[in-house]
């Protein structure tokens, strides 16, 4: 602060002053605004005492009054030095680091050796800098880079809400939506019709899939600037992406899979950012695929789901049953894994007890396969293909090959022989198809019969 007097100033004037430096110097700082709003009352024409209340309300981190009043002071003295460090100090604290960097010329103009007005001079060039690379990160889509950068910037310019609502736009970006919410609802809280804050809000609201929510927040915004582009463009967005996945679900559940299917790959295309609810839409296109038996293609959107989140639940169950259905039972039953660590709910256990009960079977030798049947083959079907592959494959029908050919053949005829054992005997056949290993249970010499 200031403690020249100016000649010709109100001796009460001065008194309030003294009493202001006083209360400045024991840092109470509304004190000290109080002594120095009365002296510039009592002498409005004197530059010290507006210079005086600029570094009290800098004190109280009242930036934008601080201005005002280091504006006043060089309006009043152009040649009071301190006057424009403080207006240049104010500037950069509200990221104003070109209008800074003129104020802090204008100082060493006055005096060239000004350690203070160097250290400034170079803390905006510092600002401009992060500021370049903060947009530069911003157009290749590096948020993590532009969240960095306006960390950096903001312990230089701690005011500026400029740079606090990139900072919280980027998180929202990145996921990190509690961040984003807090420092939004902290400019809120100092200014409740600012629109950028509120279209963050919205943004961490429509990146969470509350559509609804989020487009309020959008419109609140627009109604304190109406030319906010973003938040007209996320407005539209968020619009059209709940028509389009909503028009989707009343298809699939009309039935009609194919015309699902084509209205979510559309929703897709809409925002690649809104991870969410992009993940619900792969997940919900995955659902519609099986229906049409693209199981492969359902696989591969329940992946990308996984990949946008992977704490997604409803799109590892329906990976894990398109893997059962193409009989890739090892990856049904890690997903089925997956889902029962997180969620230990009976459904879970029954459908990883299942999988790994159909992955078990899948490892022995298929009898069905052997005798070239169906697995819900009858009676009679199952014993004239154990005829038809007897005879195939019968060591009397191979007496003119190859050692080898002979061997092959025979080995494959006590394989038949095997399949028929268990299959044409019904407590057997229950047993098999349950899963129970029959070795285990003495059933076979090795010959292919059964004792």
Not at 5 to 21: L, T
Not at 192 to 216: F, H, W
């Amino acid at each position: 602060y200031s403690a020249v007097p100016v000649p010709d100033s109100d001796p009460s004037a001065e008194g309030f002053k003294e009493q202001g430096n006083l209360f400045y110097s024991k840092k109470d700082y509304s004190e000290a605004f109080n002594y120095y709003t009365k002296a510039i009352d009592a002498s409005p024409k004197n530059a010290s005492y507006y210079g005086n209340r600029a570094a009290t309300l800098m004190m109280l981190c009242r930036f934008r009054e601080a201005l005002e009043d280091s504006q006043q002071a060089v309006r009043l003295d152009d040649c009071f030095m301190k006057g424009h460090l403080r207006e240049g100090k104010c500037h950069l604290s509200l990221g104003n680091a070109m209008a800074a960097s003129r104020c802090f010329q204008k100082v060493l103009e006055l005096e060239p050796s000004n350690r203070e007005a160097q250290q400034e001079n170079k803390n905006a060039t510092t600002l401009l800098e992060y500021e370049r690379m903060a947009d530069f990160g911003f157009e290749k889509r590096d948020f993590r880079k532009v969240v960095y950068c306006m960390d950096r910037a903001l312990a230089l310019a701690s005011a500026c809400h400029r740079f606090k609502i990139l900072k919280a736009e980027c998180l929202a970006l990145l996921g990190r939506y509690p961040e984003a919410q807090s420092v939004a609802s902290d400019i809120l809280r100092m200014d409740s019709t600012n629109a950028d804050a509120l279209y963050v809000r919205g943004l961490c609201l429509y990146y969470e899939d509350c559509i609804d929510k989020a487009v309020q927040f959008f419109v609140q915004a627009l109604r304190m600037a109406p030319d906010h582009e973003k938040a007209r463009l996320a407005c539209r967005n968020a619009k059209a992406l709940k028509a389009k996945k909503d028009e989707g679900n009343q298809a699939f559940k009309s039935s009609s899979y194919e015309a699902a299917y084509q209205l979510y790959t559309e929703a897709l295309t809409i925002d690649p950012n809104n991870i969410k609810t992009n993940a619900k839409l792969y997940c919900n296109r995955a659902t519609a695929g099986a229906k049409l038996k693209k199981l492969n293609q359902a696989i591969e959107d329940c992946t990308s789901a996984i990949k946008l989140d992977d704490t997604y639940i409803k799109a590892y169950l329906r990976r894990a049953q398109c893997y059962m259905d193409t009989e890739q039972y090892e990856e049904a039953v890690r997903d089925y894994e997956k889902v029962y660590q997180t969620e230990k709910t009976s459904d879970h256990k029954h459908l990883l007890k299942t999988a790994q009960m159909e992955l078990k079977k899948s490892k022995r030798k298929d009898y069905y396969k052997v005798l070239g049947v169906g697995k819900n083959a009858t009676e009679d079907e199952i014993k004239k293909a154990y005829r038809k592959r007897a005879l195939m494959h019968h060591p009397d029908r191979h007496s003119a090959a190859t050692p080898e050919v002979q061997k092959e053949e025979e080995k494959k005829f006590k394989e038949v022989g095997e399949a028929f054992t268990v299959l044409s005997d019904p407590k057997k056949k229950i047993r098999y198809d349950n899963g129970h290993d029959l070795e285990d249970d003495g059933c076979f010499d090795g010959g292919g019969k059964c004792f």
